[in-house]
């Protein structure tokens, strides 16, 4: 038998992390009962270098954050693409929300070749996928819906080609829906689940549909 051609194979890093937005950690920062050790690192004056030089020592080949904000996206990108060799390829700022926050996808930019972004919310997608659920105006199914219509929550993906291998990869951030109402330590009914259940559902079809 002829010898088979080799498939070239690698791996990759990804790292996803949420970085917390603005208000967020002021509020945690205010909180008497938070008394971790480490409360100096997330101090406003430390907090983005510490938060850009922790993202360049992991040094992945993919980047994914939530909850950037437009006071601290402008420093992560400039410090990655300047220091790190990265390349914003997507990002989507949640203007509707007060915190002002959303996510961010970065690659090496030696490693991967950007193909295709797409930046959407999961609420926009109701009428698409589950259009039956839109015609339900009363009982639980016309609450879920009302619901889930008003999260404004986002995703951004991109497609990206590996140029070791030449496979394309489709690389992914999102934020599903929280509430500081709901602490984990309420019974997980309290918690949305049906929304965040919902909402993965709407994200996995939009992907399914972008690749």
């Not at 406003?44 to 040094?59: S, Y």
Request: glycine share 4%.
């Amino acid at each position: 038998m002829p010898p088979q051609a080799s498939v070239p194979t690698s791996t990759f890093s990804f790292l996803t992390w949420n970085v917390l937005h603005s208000a967020h950690y002021q509020r945690l920062l205010a909180d008497p009962a938070f008394n971790n050790p480490k409360r100096r690192a997330i101090a406003p004056a430390a907090r983005l270098v510490n938060l850009t030089n922790h993202l360049l020592r992991l040094n992945a080949d993919i980047v994914a954050l939530q909850e950037l904000d437009i006071a601290t996206l402008p420093s992560v990108k400039t410090t990655l693409q300047s220091q790190g060799g990265y390349r914003m390829v997507t990002a989507m700022i949640n203007e509707a929300v007060q915190a002002k926050d959303g996510c961010a996808l970065f690659c090496k930019a030696d490693r991967f070749e950007p193909l295709a972004t797409t930046e959407f919310r999961m609420c926009h997608a109701l009428d698409r996928y589950l259009h039956p659920l839109a015609q339900c105006q009363g009982g639980l199914a016309g609450a879920l819906y009302r619901e889930t219509r008003e999260k404004l929550n986002l995703c951004v993906a991109a497609l990206l080609r590996d140029r070791l291998t030449g496979y394309d990869v489709l690389a992914a951030t999102t934020h599903l829906f929280w509430s500081p109402k709901a602490p984990v330590s309420l019974p997980a009914p309290l918690r949305f689940p049906d929304i965040k259940l919902l909402q993965a559902y709407l994200l996995s079809r939009q992907l399914e549909d972008f690749a």
